[in-house]
């Protein structure tokens, strides 16, 4: 079920990333509802996509 909870996170993540605040806030409720390792993949995840979106240059990751 877990995994469940982290690849609804990504989607959530590619649908707020047009606002680097609400990129920001999203993830840090992922921190709260994922396992610690899913956390880590997530955020491997973000810093990718982060430069992939020029304009989430600013949200520490």
Excluded at 19 to 36: D, I
Aim: proline share 5%; hydrophobic share 40%; aromatic share 16%.
């Amino acid at each position: 079920m877990s995994r469940t909870i982290y690849k609804y996170t990504v989607e959530v993540l590619k649908k707020v990333s047009f606002n680097p605040k609400l990129f920001k806030r999203e993830l840090e409720k992922a921190s709260k509802k994922l396992l610690p390792h899913e956390y880590t993949e997530l955020m491997i995840w973000a810093k990718n996509f982060k430069f992939q979106n020029p304009h989430l240059y600013y949200v520490e990751v």
